[in-house]
């Protein structure tokens, strides 16, 4: 959010460090090119999820293919977030003065009442992309369908409109049937997205 928002507070302070290597890291040689430059930025969230203006970490570099960063995150001193919504820039960043729009999200983290908090970036979620559903609408394999929650309704419309003085609704949800049909596909990023996780976008 770009908006000042007074509650909650941001985070006291972000700081990032190098972590060794890990199975689960998706950090590839196109994203630990030129040094691993990045930059981390951390909003405090309510339990609304409504976001605090942004808390920047330090510059991080030097990771190589397969380790991970790992950020601490240390609350505010009024202690009113209930978790942390984390950012990361674009590859090869390094602001003096960073700008909220050269982020994006990466992930979540839950506070610990006045205790630190850390954010393990495995790169599992690339900043910028998009996650893509894919579901199986043939008929014949029943992979969705859609359930009644009441039956056909006859409401009342008089009130509102002499033309249609009532209408029948039909009251439901769509229901997945049959998961296995179905698929996920994400870090899409789309050139025209206007923000490129492997440059700085400066």
């Known amino acids: ?115 630190a908090v850390t954010f393990t970036d495995y790169n599992t979620h690339i900043p910028g992309s998009e996650t893509v559903f894919l579901l199986d609408m043939a008929e014949e394999d029943a992979a969705i369908d859609f359930r009644y929650l009441l039956p056909l309704t006859k409401v009342e419309l008089f009130s509102q409109s002499l033309y249609m003085p009532w209408a029948v609704a039909m009251i439901g949800a769509i229901r997945t049937r049959i998961p296995k049909f179905h698929a996920i596909i994400e870090n899409i990023t789309l050139p025209t997205a206007g923000f490129n996780p492997l440059s700085s976008n400066a």
């Not at 203006?53 to 609350?75: C, D, K, M, Q, W």
């Not at 978790?83 to 050269?102: C, E, K």
Request: hydrophobic residues 35%; glycine residues 8%.
């Open 1 to 115: 959010s770009l908006a000042t928002t007074t509650n909650p507070s941001p985070p006291a302070s972000v700081t990032v460090a190098s972590g060794a290597a890990s199975s689960g890291s998706a950090f590839t040689a196109a994203y630990v090119a030129n040094s691993a430059t990045y930059m981390y930025a951390v909003a405090s969230t309510d339990e609304s999820m409504n976001e605090s203006v942004l808390t920047y970490s330090p510059v991080a570099s030097g990771i190589t293919a397969g380790e991970v960063y790992v950020l601490t995150i240390t609350p505010p001193t009024a202690n009113d977030e209930y978790g942390f919504r984390v950012f990361r820039s674009g590859l090869g960043y390094n602001a003096s003065s960073p700008q909220a729009s050269a982020f994006r999200y990466i992930g979540d983290v839950i506070a610990n009442g006045t205790s």
